[in-house]
């Protein structure tokens, strides 16, 4: 008898800690997710808008993923990766930014590491990963 009591007991208590507790909200992710920033490798933004002298900006094709489009931009300059920024990606839910909040900077960090699209996924993120690496793709044979 005592048994069935504390397994009440215990259960009412695991389902009321369970019920009050309150996840955190996600911050905002911003629409560039480059290691430099939104005004480019230098640093410098123009009137413009448009790159810095010797940099072009090519916008890879959107790519459709199960949990929404990614598109991403790539700058280069003298043939080289300088920046990747996330120009769309999938923001249906708070867990789809949180993921992407997690995700674009690894992605970014390895593709300027590797200067070209073959990354590896981040684990958690895949379909993401999948549509990020599909947009840079389409972006470096765009500029080519």
Known sequence: MRRVIF???G???GLAALLSFKSHEPATVAATSGATGATGATGAATATG???A???DIDGNVANTVYGPVQVQVVVKDSKIVDVKILEQPSSTANDLQIG?????QLIKE???AQSAHVDSVSGATYTSGGYVQS???ALDNGA
Do not use: N, W
Request: aromatic content about 8%.
């Open 50 to 52: 448009k790159p810095p």
């Open 101 to 105: 909040q997690f995700a674009f900077p």
């Open 11 to 13: 259960t009412i208590a």
């Open 111 to 113: 593709t300027l590491a």
């Open 136 to 138: 840079l793709q389409s």
């Open 54 to 56: 010797g940099e072009r």
């Open 7 to 9: 397994a009440i007991v």
